[in-house]
């Protein structure tokens, strides 16, 4: 809500190299008064900086891009990704993908205004409940064998990438969800949590020591002598988190 009160407009950014394509979803966006246009990008660069600056609530994001496409943008932000992002292609063989790494509609070009206008409903519907509910999950219902099983996040180890899964290691058992990892990063408590790799998640709680070799390369050791691997993108990051909570050694 808006301090008068009125509902707080969508904040929308669309990033697509294709100029005409950009202007469509434009034109289209300009007709909703429900919505406020934060920027408009023509580069996959150029749009992670957007998103970064203007942390939109909605982005129409195309897939294929010069230097990097849009499933590269997604697993750059991590959990700081938007509510609700729309793929917005010529290609129809990404589909499956987008919906896996969290996307929440696939819009295949040339698209009605109708089917436009039921993509907006079901992000202003996704976006209307998550700022009702800020709180961070604190735990997962896991459907197996005819049981359904209530996991406290805090039980979980670390988490892993699976095809159209999201494998959930606790202690000596795993657990199958049907999660993309970009949805699990934004609902887990970022302060326990944190990614590690493109399909990896630890459990900070859980890391017992980090550890390199003369070639650059780290993993993490958890305190069942678990052994991960530490992608350089999030190497910054995950050693800000940790700080001196655990041991640092060279790998020999």
């Known amino acids: 809500m808006t301090p008068d009160g009125q509902p ?55 897939v294929r891009m010069p230097e990097y496409d849009g499933f590269d943008i997604l697993e750059m932000l991590g959990g700081d990704a938007p509510t609700a992002v729309i793929f917005v292609t010529a290609y129809d ?18 698209f009605s205004n109708a089917r436009f206008a039921r993509a907006f409903d079901r992000a202003k519907e996704r976006i209307t409940l998550r700022g009702s509910s800020p709180a961070k999950m604190d735990r997962l219902t896991i459907k197996s ?11 979980i180890d670390w988490i892993e990438a699976a095809d159209y899964y999201a494998s959930l290691h606790v202690g000596p058992k795993t ?43 780290y993993e993490l050791v958890l305190v069942d002598a678990t052994k991960l691997r530490l ?7 995950v050693q800000a988190r940790l700080g001196n909570s655990v041991r640092v050694s060279l790998r020999v």
């Open 8 to 62: 707080a407009k969508i904040r929308a950014l669309v990033i697509d190299d294709e100029p005409l394509a950009r202007s469509n979803v434009l034109l289209l966006l300009q007709k909703n008064p429900e919505i406020e246009i934060v920027g408009q990008c023509g580069s996959a660069l150029e749009g992670l900086d957007a998103i970064r600056k203007h942390h939109p609530d909605l982005v129409f994001l195309d």
């Open 93 to 110: 063989q990404y589909a499956i993908k987008a919906f896996d790494t969290g996307a929440l509609d696939y819009l295949l070009k040339p």
């Open 145 to 155: 064998g005819g049981r359904v099983l209530f996991l406290a996040v805090t039980e």
């Open 175 to 217: 657990h199958l969800v049907r999660r993309s990892m970009n949805e699990l990063e934004s609902d887990l408590d970022p302060a326990q949590f944190c990614r590690i790799h493109r399909s990896t998640i630890v459990n900070l709680d859980r890391v017992r020591e980090l550890r390199f070799d003369s070639d650059g390369e």
């Open 231 to 237: 992608s350089r993108r999030y190497r910054k990051e």
